[in-house]
């Protein structure tokens, strides 16, 4: 995208709001400045609203992620049915939002186009999809869309439920969970999806949850340039639901780094030899630079 | 990528010189896609649709189309399309029967987006019990998705309105998709002669920016961009911005009406269209009314004949002013349902002149006589 897209009409100088004319004279664009997570809250940011609940884990990380993006002026997000979906409208970036499960196949078919159309030019597809759309109804699309080696991202929101459709047992809560649709509580394990991811064909497949912010950016952007580069990757972040879990807003980084400590949600990498070489260079280069 | 000279659709259309070949139906789309400067084409596969997206791969193969694989299955064949059409791309698939099914959902989303993707149907009929054999009950549930609905008699007419509904899908007042449907088996696996154009040439490529809706490439201000994203919200305005919308693609299908008439010279054929009986046929129920017709006349009877090209938008008022002067109107369908009756007993004023008969449906072929049978009932 050419960054100077953003210009103010002469005749409307004098009505803009502070906050545009900061955009485009002062360069506060979130587009601009690849200031990482380190730049949230100082300026304009990719999101700056979202209507989820209060202490939502799913806005934090969706905010932290879209702060993370190595590339955010040609990234594109495909998303899903879920609670993120109705944050999506908020974010200024362009966002499919398809049908419930079928995200990673419309991220196939969009990679391939933006590389026909732009053979120079580096286009990000990043999928963001809730822990149903990726684990239960879309698997099937998100591990072929992998086993096809596909150049995309797929980040998925785990809450561990279904929960914009009412708190509904998915395949990533935990065993013995009640919940909606689970009366007597979940009879089967969550899925280990990282393995899944790993074995199927991920150059790097991760877990990870939003207590550490420079964990979680570094996570992210690797997920991101291993698969513009080398090969299609996961990444999984924890993001705790105050509404169906039942916990108070304050809560939520309490959950995610105790269920971090006591090992029922550990940060997990695996990272192939291939993508570890790119990275390794990539990240001396970063030190030395 | 095969060196091919760009002309203009209505020289491709109307003007090139053509040559006779004796292809089959499958192998008429091969040569449609072959000269649609198609980027992208997604195969998935089933009976019988399968031959034809194999001959697209050879396409590709070849050098004729830029990118090209096998998906997991039809509804995420229907989804990564809608993705490269998203993209900016020109898309090319096809299915049929229950392939069609299990993608549905897709080809709803893909009129709401304003994709002007070209799909074909080879229509088969559904799993209840198993069949592999023709039928073309599919396409009753097709006709509410929003789609344009082209319905095709021959081989020749599968190959000319592939290349013209990308023509039509594209043009910036319509921008929704086209399904070009065709009746499996008796199309798809028969040969027959058709004429087509050198391949040396193709149709100019598809230029994604005269899109009403934006191409998601982020080379424009990022402004909320999907459609559906805005109608997330529960508040009045998405319920008022939702139901526009809806308006907005039935508007846009209403608009391709004149594309229509331009590039398939009009939405129906009729003949000898002031008869007291007519009948009115879409797909190869059209060759074997033509058949009945003869039959007819031989014994003395004179009966008009009505093909229906275009099923979405429906030939409403055409039909209601064909009928105004018949007092028979028959219906044979390769179906259980009678849906093409439906959408003709909707149309006109007294309905109950519309026989819905003879329906055939299974796989079975549909004897003449049998629509000889309803004639000479109404012609008492």
Same mark, same amino acid.
């Given at each position: 995208m050419k960054?100077?897209?953003?210009?103010?009409?002469?005749?409307?100088?004098?009505?803009?709001?502070?906050?545009?004319?900061?955009?485009?004279?002062?360069?506060?664009?979130?587009?601009?400045?690849?200031?990482?997570?380190?730049?949230?809250?100082? !300026?304009?940011?990719?999101?700056?609203?979202?209507?989820?609940?209060?202490?939502?884990?799913?806005?934090?990380?969706?905010?932290?992620?879209?702060?993370?993006?190595?590339?955010?002026?040609?990234?594109?997000?495909?998303?899903?049915?879920?609670?993120?979906?109705?944050?999506?409208?908020?974010?200024?970036?362009?966002?499919?939002?398809s049908?419930?499960?079928?995200?990673?196949?419309?991220?196939?078919?969009l990679?391939?186009?933006?590389?026909?159309?732009f053979?120079?030019?580096?286009?990000?597809i990043?999928?963001?999809?809730?822990? !149903?759309?990726?684990?239960?109804?879309?698997?099937?699309?998100?591990? %072929?869309?992998?086993?096809?080696?596909?150049?995309?991202?797929?980040?998925?929101?785990?809450?561990?439920?279904?929960?914009?459709?009412?708190?509904?047992e998915? !395949?990533?809560? %935990?065993? !013995?969970?009640?919940?909606?649709?689970?009366?007597?509580?979940k009879?089967?394990?969550?899925?280990?999806?990282?393995?899944?991811?790993?074995?199927?064909?991920?150059?790097?497949?991760?877990?990870?949850?939003?207590?550490?912010?420079?964990?979680?950016?570094?996570?992210? %952007?690797?997920?991101?340039?291993?698969?513009?580069?080398?090969?299609?990757?996961?990444? %999984?972040?924890?993001?705790?639901?105050?509404?169906?879990?039942?916990?108070?807003?304050?809560?939520?980084?309490?959950?995610?780094?105790?269920?971090?400590?006591?090992?029922?949600?550990?940060?997990?990498?695996?990272?192939?030899?291939?993508?570890?070489?790119?990275?390794?260079?990539?990240?001396?280069?970063?030190?030395?630079? | 990528?095969?060196?091919?000279?760009?002309?203009?659709?209505?020289?491709?259309?109307?003007?090139?010189?053509?040559?006779?070949?004796?292809?089959t139906?499958?192998?008429?789309?091969?040569?449609?896609?072959?000269?649609?400067?198609?980027?992208?084409?997604?195969?998935?596969?089933?009976?019988?649709?399968?031959?034809?997206?194999h001959?697209?791969?050879?396409?590709?193969?070849?050098?004729?189309?830029?990118?090209y694989?096998?998906?997991?299955?039809?509804?995420?064949?229907?989804?990564?399309?809608?993705?490269?059409?998203?993209?900016?791309?020109?898309?090319?698939?096809?299915?049929?029967?229950?392939?069609?099914?299990?993608?549905?959902?897709? +080809?709803?989303?893909?009129?709401?987006?304003?994709?002007?993707?070209?799909?074909?149907?080879?229509?088969?009929?559904?799993?209840?019990?198993?069949?592999?054999?023709?039928?073309?009950i599919?396409?009753?549930?097709?006709?509410?998705?929003?789609?344009?609905?082209?319905?095709?008699?021959?081989?020749?007419?599968?190959?000319d309105?592939?290349?013209?509904? +990308?023509?039509?899908?594209?043009?910036?007042d319509?921008?929704?998709?086209?399904?070009?449907?065709?009746?499996?088996?008796?199309?798809?696996?028969?040969?027959?002669?058709?004429?087509?154009?050198?391949?040396?040439?193709?149709?100019?490529?598809?230029?994604?920016?005269?899109?009403?809706?934006?191409?998601?490439?982020?080379?424009?201000?990022?402004?909320?961009?999907?459609?559906?994203?805005?109608?997330?919200?529960?508040?009045?305005?998405?319920?008022?911005?939702?139901?526009?919308?809806?308006?907005?693609i039935?508007?846009?299908?209403?608009?391709?009406?004149?594309?229509?008439?331009?590039?398939?010279?009009?939405?129906?054929?009729?003949?000898?269209?002031?008869?007291?009986?007519?009948?009115?046929?879409?797909?190869?129920?059209?060759?074997?009314?033509?058949?009945?017709?003869?039959?007819?006349?031989?014994?003395?009877?004179?009966?008009?004949?009505?093909?229906?090209?275009?099923?979405?938008?429906?030939?409403?008022?055409?039909?209601?002013?064909?009928?105004?002067?018949?007092?028979?109107?028959?219906?044979?369908?390769?179906?259980?349902?009678?849906?093409?009756?439906?959408?003709?007993?909707?149309?006109?004023?007294?309905?109950?002149?519309?026989?819905?008969?003879?329906?055939? +449906?299974?796989?079975?072929?549909?004897?003449?006589?049998?629509?000889?049978?309803?004639?000479?009932?109404?012609?008492?």
């Amino acid at each position: 995208m050419k960054k100077d897209v953003f210009k103010i009409s002469p005749c409307f100088e004098d009505i803009m709001p502070q906050e545009y004319i900061e955009l485009v004279r002062e360069n506060t664009s979130p587009f601009d400045n690849n200031q990482g997570v380190n730049g949230l809250g100082g !300026g304009k940011e990719l999101i700056e609203e979202h209507p989820l609940c209060a202490g939502c884990g799913l806005a934090l990380s969706l905010r932290m992620i879209l702060a993370s993006l190595p590339n955010p002026e040609d990234t594109i997000v495909v998303g899903s049915t879920g609670c993120s979906a109705i944050a999506f409208p908020q974010v200024a970036l362009h966002n499919i939002h398809s049908l419930f499960g079928n995200q990673n196949a419309v991220a196939s078919g969009l990679k391939r186009a933006l590389k026909l159309r732009f053979p120079e030019k580096t286009k990000d597809i990043v999928v963001i999809a809730g822990d !149903g759309a990726t684990a239960d109804i879309g698997l099937d699309m998100v591990m %072929q869309s992998w086993f096809r080696e596909e150049n995309i991202t797929t980040i998925m929101l785990d809450n561990e439920a279904y929960a914009n459709t009412g708190g509904q047992e998915s !395949g990533m809560s %935990q065993k !013995g969970a009640v919940l909606n649709m689970a009366p007597t509580g979940k009879k089967f394990s969550k899925v280990s999806l990282p393995e899944i991811a790993r074995e199927s064909g991920c150059a790097y497949a991760g877990a990870v949850n939003p207590s550490n912010i420079k964990r979680f950016e570094k996570m992210v %952007q690797r997920a991101i340039l291993v698969a513009r580069e080398i090969g299609p990757s996961y990444l %999984q972040v924890f993001a705790p639901c105050p509404t169906n879990y039942k916990l108070r807003p304050n809560e939520t980084l309490i959950k995610a780094k105790s269920r971090e400590k006591d090992n029922t949600y550990p940060v997990k990498e695996y990272i192939s030899p291939t993508a570890q070489e790119f990275l390794n260079k990539l990240e001396e280069g970063k030190h030395n630079g | 990528m095969i060196d091919q000279k760009v002309v203009s659709p209505e020289y491709l259309f109307f003007e090139a010189p053509r040559e006779e070949m004796f292809i089959t139906g499958s192998e008429a789309v091969k040569e449609a896609v072959k000269r649609a400067n198609v980027d992208m084409a997604i195969s998935y596969p089933i009976t019988p649709q399968s031959e034809s997206m194999h001959l697209v791969g050879d396409l590709f193969r070849d050098g004729y189309l830029r990118d090209y694989y096998r998906g997991e299955s039809e509804f995420a064949v229907m989804s990564a399309v809608a993705g490269a059409a998203m993209g900016g791309v020109r898309a090319f698939t096809a299915t049929g029967g229950p392939g069609t099914l299990r993608a549905f959902e897709a +080809f709803s989303t893909w009129a709401g987006a304003r994709l002007p993707i070209v799909c074909a149907f080879m229509t088969r009929g559904i799993n209840s019990p198993l069949s592999i054999q023709p039928d073309t009950i599919e396409m009753a549930f097709m006709l509410d998705t929003g789609i344009i609905v082209i319905h095709v008699e021959t081989a020749q007419e599968l190959y000319d309105a592939i290349l013209k509904s +990308f023509i039509i899908a594209e043009k910036t007042d319509v921008h929704v998709p086209v399904g070009v449907f065709v009746d499996g088996f008796f199309v798809t696996h028969t040969r027959d002669k058709i004429k087509v154009p050198s391949d040396d040439i193709k149709l100019p490529p598809y230029n994604p920016y005269s899109a009403p809706v934006p191409v998601m490439d982020m080379e424009n201000v990022p402004i909320r961009h999907m459609r559906d994203p805005f109608v997330m919200k529960s508040n009045f305005i998405s319920y008022a911005c939702h139901a526009s919308w809806q308006q907005e693609i039935l508007a846009a299908v209403e608009r391709s009406r004149k594309h229509i008439q331009h590039y398939f010279g009009s939405l129906i054929e009729a003949e000898n269209q002031d008869a007291e009986i007519l009948i009115v046929a879409s797909g190869t129920a059209v060759s074997q009314s033509r058949e009945a017709v003869e039959l007819a006349r031989a014994e003395g009877i004179n009966v008009g004949l009505v093909k229906i090209k275009s099923i979405r938008p429906f030939p409403t008022k055409e039909i209601k002013e064909l009928s105004s002067n018949a007092k028979y109107v028959i219906v044979p369908e390769f179906n259980r349902v009678g849906w093409l009756a439906r959408e003709i007993k909707a149309s006109i004023n007294e309905s109950d002149k519309v026989i819905s008969s003879p329906k055939v +449906f299974g796989g079975m072929t549909m004897p003449p006589e049998l629509i000889l049978d309803e004639i000479r009932r109404c012609s008492k």
